[in-house]
């Protein structure tokens, strides 16, 4: 599917962090360490600010006159999976470390496709920097 | 039984007593999503009379508390963002991003009219003879209206109604007939928010309705948007009765590629000027006057993007042209095409008849553009108000302007160039009230006046900014010598 309007970008990101939000919340059930644990219900907050950044930058940057078509942008590139059933904290990291690169990349490539409205752009970039931290973060419980 | 919208007097929702209606129709699928009453003259007096008593109290509200209800309008109104952009969608086709910019402008307006208290300010020198002062004051005036169109139903009314009541006046809102949607869920939202009954109002209804307000002896001034021609006998008459008026007539935009343009740049703001809410913005790009050797070029570039156009549902998200707003503005639409055709216009793409899986009874028309277009065809003299692409070929800006000076319409006007020189050219000699340089939708935003001129603008003073706040005041000019 072409992200072709700014709607169209913002509702997938949106649709994707809510969605990595229900995901995450299965991981604070399905993880057994206390670390863990609390990491991803920490997680689960930051998309809960995230998609209300999101539905925010939406909202108040659209703008007349810059509507223009975007091009060359597409959601099958940035597919998620958004469901987990092991319940070995190590397997439910390595799903999310691959959740957070989709998104950081989805993340990176629509800042630079939307560099024209500033405040997404920098919104943009700087949830790709916190998937980066994230991915970190979920790196050392490996 | 689809639901017949209802007046909102006197901070009460009231049923109106005509028998009349005229159908609201979502214009992707077809339906009918609920019925205008075209209300009496009674019904509209009745509403001026309301307002004519809030007025008294409503002058003497403290300017910040009058702000303040404002702000709490502008909050709600963020609020319901989504919902109201999706209703907006609904009733009139545009797309859904078209509708969130059309609420982005809308809350904008509400933002700007908050700033009431520094905005309605006087002044004053002293000494202008020998110990004499003067002031001027800018005092509210009593009960103002406006007529809106069917293509910005949510939007165009704050051009007008924020500033109006945010100076001290009482307003009543006549929305389009054909798209009263929005409106109804806006009042909706502010019978919440608890400002003072008669201070807005709202009549659905037709001429009589218009005529109504015009003719009380009890309203002030009139805010029209829509075409020339009604403008015009709005205009007459306001100035028969003695009211103010500010008019938004037709448009005819002319959007002029220079030789040295960044194609990459301007052909997506082509795309966007001209099939933006489906040609039916009184900014959308009339006829594109391509300069000299842009010509070939740019004409292939406009037909490949125009191509790619993704058609549908507005409400549908990544689509990016709706449907027309009427099946009365799709025959327009569809007859100027034929006549294009009929004159010896080269129709290089041709939007007439294209289908839209799932909306069979869905008021489509695909982007079109016509190739070898005289300036003398009605398609290059006439507003089309549909996604239709004329390109006339002119040797030199020289001539550009001279065909858009002989247009009668002179709303907006674009020029797409990397010289400074052509751009400043441009600005100084176009007759249109908004330029756009670089700029395909010159849309000013709530605090600059939304211009027009020539047969798109009659009056003086403009919706939005300092001229609205200017048009709803008096300048009360007070000189003082104490003994």
Redesign the interface.
Known sequence: ????????VM?FAIDNEAGTMGLYEQAVRLSSSKKVKAFFADLVEQLSKRVDTL?RI???N????????ITDFYADEYPLKLEMNENDDRVVCESAIIVEETRMKFFRYGAQKLEFLIEVADAFERMADENQENIDSLRSFL | MTEVVKNYINGKWVESKSKETSDVINPATGEVIAKTPMSTIEETNQAIEAAKQAFRRWRSTPTMTRARHLNRIRSAF?DH??ELSKILTTEQGK????A??????TIENIECATSIPSLQMGYNAEDIAAGIDEMVIKQPLGVFFCIAPFNFPGMVPTWFWPFAIGTGNTYIVKPSPQVPLSQVRQFEIIHELGLPKGVLNMVHGGAEVANALIESPDTIGVSFVGSTHVGKIVYKKAGEFGKRAQVQGGAKNFITVMPDADLKRTV??I??SFY?CTGQRCLAGGVLLAVGDIYEPLKEKVVE?SE???VGNGLE????MGPMASKHGMEHTLSLIESGIKEGAELLLDGRGIKVDGYPDGYFIGPTVFDKVKPDMKIATEEIFGPVIPIIHVKDLDEAIEIIDANRYGNASSVFTSSGKVARDYQYRVKAGNIGIN?????PIATFPFSGMKDSFLGDLHGQGQDAVDFFTENKVIITRWF
């Open positions: 599917m072409a992200l072709g309007t700014f709607g169209a509702q539905e939406r909202r108040e659209i703008t007349e006159m810059i509507l223009e078509p | 963020e963002f989504e797309t859904l991003d078209e969130r910019g059309e609420y982005r402008r997506p703001a795309i966007t933006g993007a790619e156009l993704i998200e990544g689509v990016q700029i395909g939708v010159a849309a």
